[in-house]
């Protein structure tokens, strides 16, 4: 069996590069916020592909 030297993917990465400080003070004005682009583009590719290729998928019909 092989060994993987790959580094470890990281799931869930917020983006370094939001303005914490205005999302707050937009919170504490409205009570919401909605952050666009809130994960690193690897972390979001990363999450895409494990729902895509790694989760089975199934539907139940008629279950209520």
Same mark, same amino acid.
């Given at each position: 069996?092989? !060994?993987?030297?790959?580094?470890? /993917? ?10 914490? +400080?205005?999302? +707050? @003070? ?5 009570? @919401? !916020?909605? !952050? @666009?682009? !809130? ?5 979001? @590719? ?6 895509? /290729? ?8 008629? +279950?209520?």
């Amino acid at each position: 069996m092989a !060994v993987s030297t790959a580094a470890p /993917k990281t799931l869930f990465a917020i983006n370094p590069a939001l303005d914490r +400080a205005a999302l +707050a @003070r937009r919170f504490a004005e409205t009570g @919401r !916020v909605q !952050v @666009r682009d !809130v994960l690193t583009p690897e972390s979001a @590719r990363e999450i895409l592909t494990v729902l895509a /290729k790694g989760t089975p998928w199934g539907m139940a019909t008629a +279950a209520g």
